[in-house]
């Protein structure tokens, strides 16, 4: 298929991509600005370090490293879930639904613990991480039998950050590109899927044949009757003129 049946494929059927297109970013901003629920991520960062009266080497960083594998896994279980819960009760949120929610991540080599928390209310999601954070940092004494969690920093509850979900500007243009996309593809396979030939450069190039004659389109208004005048139609059998014989 050459490259200008493409382009005549999608010449022919442009409107049809146009209405895809327009639907679905209007359907895409319509979604953005009424319909989407702002969401709001709020983070603490927490360090591991090993207590040692002869200071840090490469030994007791290797060591914080590997503890920080556990130390994601004692976050989310019920000896930290449970005190968060019983100590903050303003929060609202049971043990397991904080376990679900919240999340840690940490660099490879690094000995920086990332905690997030994401909410509909910046400020409830700024109290649970820190929340979070200090109820962590007070049972790893007892659970580890070490105290080597500091706190980096803290989520503050006096900003006022933008939602992370919600970007009409970019949801709009994503919505152009897979539209248009998939229009385009919609156009080609109509185009497919119509074995007709409508138009006499189609024949030539598919049949190799002149065309000898061309029936033109025939609207609705040509193939109603002709009107008779008025004269014929009043005009009764029997009234007709007839010249004598022998005229």
Do not use: C
Not at 53 to 75: A, H, M, P, R, V
Not at 151 to 161: F, K, N, R, Y
Not at 182 to 194: E, P, Q, R, T, W
């Amino acid at each position: 298929m050459e490259l200008k049946h493409y382009f005549r494929v999608i010449q022919k059927r442009w409107w049809i991509i146009a209405v895809i297109v327009i639907v679905a970013m209007a359907a895409a901003g319509i979604k953005s600005f009424y319909f989407t629920t702002p969401v709001y991520s709020a983070n603490a960062k927490l360090i591991v370090n090993q207590s040692s009266g002869d200071g840090l080497n490469t030994s007791t960083i290797q060591t914080s490293i590997f503890l920080i594998n556990s130390y994601k896994e004692i976050i989310k279980s019920s000896a930290v879930m449970n005190k968060v819960v019983e100590q903050y009760p303003e929060l609202g949120e049971s043990s397991a639904s904080l376990a679900a929610k919240v999340s840690v991540s940490a660099a490879n080599n690094s000995q920086v613990m990332n905690l997030m928390y994401q909410d509909i209310s910046y400020e409830k999601a700024a109290n649970v991480v820190n929340a979070v954070s200090m109820v962590f940092k007070e049972q790893i004494p007892h659970i580890m039998n070490v105290d080597n969690i500091t706190i980096l920093s803290e989520a503050d509850t006096s900003i006022s950050p933008a939602p992370i979900n919600f970007n009409p500007l970019m949801n709009i243009l994503i919505s152009f590109v897979v539209s248009f996309l998939l229009a385009i593809g919609f156009v080609f396979l109509l185009d497919y899927l119509d074995d007709t030939l409508k138009t006499e450069e189609e024949i030539t190039r598919l049949m190799d044949v002149p065309v000898l004659a061309v029936v033109g389109r025939i609207s609705k208004g040509d193939m109603k009757k002709p009107k008779q005048p008025k004269a014929m139609k009043q005009q009764k059998v029997g009234e007709n003129q007839y010249a004598p014989l022998n005229q």
